[in-house]
């Protein structure tokens, strides 16, 4: 199976020429007031080569931010930046869609203006956050109002439409990883007894689903779940409950694809690759000691268990052709974590392409 990573798939109306995804990493290199910059361009660009990109969390409102850093996609001086961007990836033959985030009560008063932090209910997630090396107190949220739900709804559906007019094949819901979306799916930070608490957490989820794809089409819509993650204090008693509830929507069931990410419920992905509509993409994890071929073995094996494309993250940080390399069984290189987060260049657009290295094709 793995000679079917290079071969094409498509989720919805988007067209990918080869199942191998560039999963969503935030990387904070947007300029001090999030606007996306000609730095991210670059690096989004050297890695066309990828079947999709997603980008790392962009929010749809200035409140829903969480960390310095992080790009946003609200004005039309971010649609004209973010259309360079994508205006690049699409030059090299690239696919690329924005994923978009509201932190929720994982966001911080200090980087999103000193806005109150909103959240389902007044969870605090941790006593203490790091920003930019500093530790700093986190604030507790306040429980929103369903008033301040609808405009939230309104911001994605609002911001999904900014990411067409500046030429994102799509729009991928952040509905993992601890933060609103998933917030609100959790038991342990939506404490509601109203429409949206107890038997009714996902509505908040496919709220959001429907309007985005109202906006954009929802061929052009996909979301990520993290069912059992742990983060932000997030807990899931019931998410045996919850996400068949969700994944049996007829608004999700519509979406061009669901992706999830290793360390999820596994009876959730059970659920997702015996009862899926539209297309699932996996990131199962990796360990930065396989070689090429053995990753792309094991990236196969993840097609023949049901999957539709798989993605990677970390590798692709390091490896900007990771695509070509696993093609050839080109070596990879590892990626330096201290430069992941903040800064310029370095650790983000200076990693050496193998195909410049050796004469081969060379998709950058």
């Known amino acids: ?66 960390q310095p850093g992080s790009p946003h996609l609200i004005t039309a001086r971010d649609v004209a930046a973010w259309a360079r961007i994508t205006r690049a990836v699409h030059e090299r033959g690239g696919r690329i869609v924005v994923q978009l985030m509201h932190a929720g009560l994982a966001a911080h008063p200090s980087v999103n203006g000193f806005r109150t932090c909103l959240a389902p209910s007044a969870v605090v997630p941790r006593d203490t956050a790091v920003l930019d090396g500093r530790t700093v107190e986190q604030p507790v949220p306040r429980a929103m109002t369903t008033g301040e739900i609808d405009g939230v709804v309104e911001e994605f559906a609002r911001a999904a439409a900014l990411a067409v ?34 038997d009714h957490r996902i509505r908040f989820a496919v709220r959001v689903v429907e309007a985005v794809s109202a906006a954009i089409g929802h061929t052009r819509t996909g979301l990520r779940i993290s069912p059992g993650f742990s983060a932000n204090r997030l807990t899931e008693a ?8 969700l994944l049996g929507h007829p608004s999700v069931r519509r979406l061009a694809y669901v992706h999830t990410i290793t360390g999820s419920d596994p009876a959730v992905l059970d659920l997702l690759r015996a009862h899926r509509s539209g297309g699932w993409i996996h990131n199962m994890g990796t360990d930065l000691s396989w070689s090429a071929g053995e990753l792309r073995d094991r990236l196969g094996g993840q097609l023949a268990a049901g999957a539709d494309a798989v993605a990677l993250g970390r590798l ?49």
């Not at 094409?8 to 988007?14: D, K, M, S």
């Not at 990626?335 to 050496?352: A, C, L």
């Open 1 to 66: 199976m793995s000679a079917e990573l290079f071969s094409p798939v498509r989720f919805g109306a988007i067209d990918a020429a080869n199942r191998i995804v560039m999963s969503p990493m935030g990387r904070r290199r947007a300029d001090a007031d999030g606007t996306p910059n000609d730095l991210m361009r670059t690096y989004y660009a050297q890695r066309s080569s990828a079947g999709l990109i997603v980008t790392g969390s962009v929010h749809p409102s200035l409140r829903g931010k969480g």
């Open 165 to 198: 007019r500046a030429g994102f094949d799509g729009v991928e819901i952040h509905g993992g990883n601890g933060y609103l979306v998933h917030q609100f799916l959790a038991s342990g930070t939506n404490l509601r007894d109203d429409e949206y608490g107890g």
């Open 238 to 245: 019931t998410a045996a409950e919850v996400y068949p509830a």
């Open 316 to 364: 692709f940080v390091s490896n900007p052709d990771l695509a070509e390399r696993l093609e050839h069984g080109a070596p990879l290189t590892a990626p330096d974590p201290s430069r992941f987060y903040g800064g310029d260049g370095s650790g983000y657009t200076d990693y050496v392409p193998w195909s410049a290295r050796t004469g081969g094709p060379i998709h950058v």
